[in-house]
């Protein structure tokens, strides 16, 4: 006979319970975290397992790796307890993804097909196409920004591998307003403007560096992106030691190339609406490369070389 593992629960969120929660259920041994989950929201009647969030009793902190057997959770064992919220309701990551990348693509579109009737407001200086035409800089910036988001749909479609299934249904609203309004609308409606430093027909060197360097970048973010779906198995939440262009510089080599391609882009529009976008893009991936620095220190040790800049070589 299987041999099983009996669990007290108990509400980690007093003021919010979950109602029908059973005082406790038995797991197969090899059952892992999911599993777990599984079984406790059948018997809370919560039809999406996926909102059901397990903790430690003794730590406090949630069972995140929903692949890992609870028994080698040795305090949840010794305890011989679980606390469990409702997480509310969920979506998946990859439609989180895909919607957040959609809204740079969609506004761009926008914003070029209705510029004759935005841009008649002062101070913008519209008159006509065949006089303010879009030049050929601005479609430049145009053709930047829809293949690097059409690779990042892509890629998220294709390429990678999630270890979590979903994340809180609230936080797209968050996610998706960062792309949607910076990359987006922000940045389409200051680069197509008639008078924008971006209303170039001629491109210079600077415009060829840029182009340069976000050709550059875009090709070894997707190349260190395709390494790391490999460290992972489908379906699977192990992690792997990074091995592949730019790891030897840094923790986060795609963000390190992510920063290279846009910084082409800064370049060839001279945009204060693209610095601002980047920036505040760079805030988030600095704190995103220490916590993937930490995380690989904790669960490889000595195996793992230790790298001082996380993200940006000198900078980062």
């Not at 760079?282 to 070389?305: I, V």
């Amino acid at each position: 006979m299987k041999s099983t593992i009996s669990l007290t629960l108990a509400n980690r969120s007093p003021k919010q319970p979950i109602r029908k929660l059973p005082p406790s259920i038995e797991i197969p041994d090899d059952a892992t975290v999911e599993d777990a989950k599984i079984i406790v929201a059948r018997q809370a009647g919560i039809r999406d397992y996926n909102r059901i969030g397990l903790f430690d009793s003794t730590t406090k902190k949630i069972l995140k790796n929903r692949k890992a057997l609870v028994r080698d959770h040795e305090t949840v064992l010794s305890s011989g307890q679980l606390l469990v919220k409702d997480l509310g309701p969920q979506i998946a990551w990859r439609t989180v993804y895909l919607v957040e990348y959609f809204g740079p693509i969609l506004f761009h579109f926008l914003i070029v097909a209705i510029r004759p009737y935005i841009y008649r407001i002062p101070p913008y200086v519209y008159k006509s196409e065949a006089e303010t035409p879009v030049t050929q800089v601005q479609w430049l910036l145009f053709a930047m920004f829809q293949l690097h988001f059409a690779k990042r749909e892509l890629e998220t479609m294709f390429l990678h591998k999630f270890s979590a299934n979903t994340m809180p249904a609230r936080n797209i609203f968050r996610n998706s307003a960062f792309y949607w309004l910076l990359a987006g609308l922000l940045s389409a409606f200051d680069i197509y403007a008639p008078q924008s430093l971006s209303a170039r027909q001629e491109l210079g060197p600077i415009d060829y560096l840029g182009i340069a360097l976000y050709v550059y970048g875009e090709v070894c973010n997707f190349l260190v992106h395709k390494h790391l779906a490999s460290l992972r198995s489908q379906g699977g939440t192990e992690k792997g030691i990074p091995n592949c262009i730019g790891s030897n510089l840094v923790t986060c080599p795609n963000y390190m190339f992510e920063v290279v391609a846009w910084t082409g882009v800064i370049l060839v529009s001279r945009s204060w609406a693209v610095v601002v976008f980047i920036a505040a893009g760079t805030t988030y991936m600095r704190g995103w490369s220490k916590d993937k620095e930490k995380a690989l220190r904790q669960h490889f040790g000595d195996k793992y070389k230790k790298k001082r800049y996380t993200m940006l070589p000198g900078l980062i």
